[in-house]
């Protein structure tokens, strides 16, 4: 199932997004589900059953302003270099454990809000990724039980400010500028999505810049949720980025990067696509 946050112009709503309509889950009695109960199959089952009977309030998905699915994420825990064939464009061997860093939760921007590209900085790139929403919080927990730990999924474009990331010798400042980790347009929990066999792919003014299949993941959601978890504990509302897949702007010859007037959609394969324009700061 599709989840959305969602605005009319008041107070943001959850709702379930099916056949171009919008469920307000606030309608249910005792209100939206919380992201632990998204998680739960029982609760999402009864949510079906609601959108199929059309017990819900419903409106045209066009009338309505799609928001990231977490605003304001406790932490943003992001791998690098997982992808088979992200490793090989930069000639690097695929890590024997994931490699991961953050991005400021304050980076987080909605679908269709700009990406605005920092004065002084010049090169602004692309991620398209898909990213594991924490539904409930865990630390140590074991590989074959993280998948119970994850809420749902969403697309994450990990923007970044290439000379900032490789000037510092730490991605923090290249990686959180404000608006660089727009997020949407959807959270799909349940319904069979398979987090590890899912189409990845980036355009830019409608052009294919990154396409993949999580299949090329080195580590899985379970093995990144598991690894994560065995030095910081996971708490509702934390986003793990699984990284991206080949074919980023900096590594094309010549480098490809983001201007503004860009117009980049990040897709994935049942979570939907993802639209930001670049603007000049
Ligand atoms: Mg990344």
């Known amino acids: 199932m599709q989840f959305v946050r969602y605005t009319t112009g008041g107070t943001p709503g959850w ?6 309509q919008i469920h307000a889950l606030d309608a249910r009695p005792g209100g939206a589900p919380s992201l632990s109960e998204l998680g739960d199959g029982a609760v999402r089952s009864a949510i079906r059953r609601d959108v199929d009977n059309g017990v819900l309030p419903a409106e045209d998905a066009s009338a309505v302003s799609l928001l990231a ?16 064939d992200h490793a ?21 921007a909605n679908p269709g809000d700009a990406i605005v590209h920092p004065e002084g900085v010049e090169q602004v790139d692309y991620e398209v990724e898909l ?10 927990i074991p590989k074959a039980d993280a998948e119970e730990y994850v809420a749902g999924y969403t697309v994450l474009n990990d923007v970044s400010a290439r000379d900032a990331q490789f000037d510092d010798g730490q991605f923090f400042r290249g990686k959180s500028y404000d608006t660089f980790a727009p997020m949407g347009p959807t959270l799909v929990a ?25 299949e090329e993941f080195i580590f899985d959601v379970a093995d990144l ?10 708490r509702p509302g934390d986003v793990v980025s699984t990284g991206t897949p080949g074919g980023v702007g900096i590594f094309r010859d ?8 860009d117009e980049v959609e990040a897709e994935i394969e ?10 000049a700061e």
């Open 15 to 20: 709702g379930v997004l099916d056949d171009d």
């Open 69 to 84: 699915p977490v605003p304001t994420p406790g932490k943003i825990v992001c791998a690098g270099l997982n992808y088979h």
């Open 88 to 108: 090989e464009e930069q000639n690097e061997e695929p890590p024997e454990k994931p490699m991961l860093f953050t991005k400021s939760p304050s980076a987080v």
């Open 131 to 140: 990213a594991a929403v924490i539904g409930r919080a865990g630390a140590d």
């Open 190 to 214: 349940g319904d069979g999505f398979d987090a590890n066999a899912a189409d990845v792919e980036l355009r830019v003014n409608g052009t294919v810049k990154q396409s993949s299949n999580t």
């Open 225 to 234: 949720v598991s690894y994560i978890s065995g030095f910081t504990t996971l």
């Open 254 to 261: 010549p480098p490809e990067l983001l201007e503004p007037g």
């Open 270 to 279: 049942g979570v939907g696509v993802l639209e930001n324009d670049v603007v």
